[in-house]
């Protein structure tokens, strides 16, 4: 227990309260002042999943964690300008608590080799080294990051250029992104997860509404209405991703087979459908995104090799694809897609309707070779 506490008086981790129940298990709980919400941290001080809920924790309390080393930074410094970008509106009110987490994890790396450096000596060549040897996914999100601390930078007065915007990333195979699910991997899951299970309604949630994790994990009783215009049940919410943006409100019609899987579960007083081995809210989209995860190998998924030769499992996200291929495949329109799956673009959708109209198309002209052949 000391040596828990010690480790996390070096990270400098407020508002955590630590306790032994009574079964001997330790329990780390974030508990802030005039708050009746608390949450219970998983994991071990330190450890990924452990400062991911700390952090999203403290997004929802309205708290910013203590700047790690704060009293040793000096002014004009990279560590400096990382401390004063945390408690910035740029950082707190402009990006969504998911991102926060993933911009700080990378943050927190760069000023650990970079933070005793002049904020304003850096340059592009520095910004391209920085990048050398990550993948390029992880090429892209460091980018934005870098980019987001120098524009943070310019407001301040302390640079006047951003040494991030002529930094281009090469170039590579597109990637497929996650996995999307085909009828054979529905049927699969759906005979191992019988209705009645948390793992059933999961499934049936995100094929109804192609919604990202964080909004299926967050959806709840409270989110059904009865629409006036048709009275239809639907699910109705503001997407996490948009709320900064267009703040566009969802509607979405409950299909049968969504409602068969909520008519199945017990009655609780949870409230979201999802709930985690101990009947509780999941603490943050990546945990119910690992527990789907142990859904999908319960289920015998296993991984596959995709198209540009990368090994992928099949994962929540698959579903939303999985969700708006079966759009397209209905000849929904782009429009109607857009309005199911709150994306702003319709380029996004565009790929799912050229790929079932690739396949279409390939039919027809197959066809016609065929009977020509006659």
Known sequence: MNGIMRKMAKLELRYINSFYDRHGKLHHIVRRRGFKKTFELPGHPGSPEFMEAYHNALAQLGAVATDIGAKRTVAGTINALIAAYYKSDAFTEALAAETQRMRRNILERFREDHGDKRAVTMQRHHVSRLLEGKKRFAKKNWLKTLKGLMAF??????????????????????????????????????????????????????????????????????????????GKKKLCWRPHKTLRTTGKMLKITIMPTLQEAMDAMSKTDALTFLTNDYGRPFASAAAFGNKFADWCREAGLEPVMCEDGKVRNYRAHGLRKASLRAMAQAKCTAVEMMHVSGHSSMAQLQEYLEEVEQEEMADSAISKVVAASR
Do not use: F
Request: charged share 25%; hydrophobic share 35%.
């Open 153 to 230: 930078a310019i407001a301040e007065g302390i640079r006047t250029d951003n040494p991030c915007n002529d930094v281009e990333l090469p170039k590579g195979p597109k990637s497929m992104g996650h996995k999307t699910w085909l009828e054979p991997q529905v049927a699969q899951y759906r005979k191992h997860h019988k209705q009645g299970t948390v793992a059933r309604l999961a499934l049936e949630l995100l094929l109804n509404i192609a919604a990202r994790r964080y909004d299926a994990h967050v959806l709840g009783q409270q989110h059904v209405i009865v629409s006036n215009r048709d």
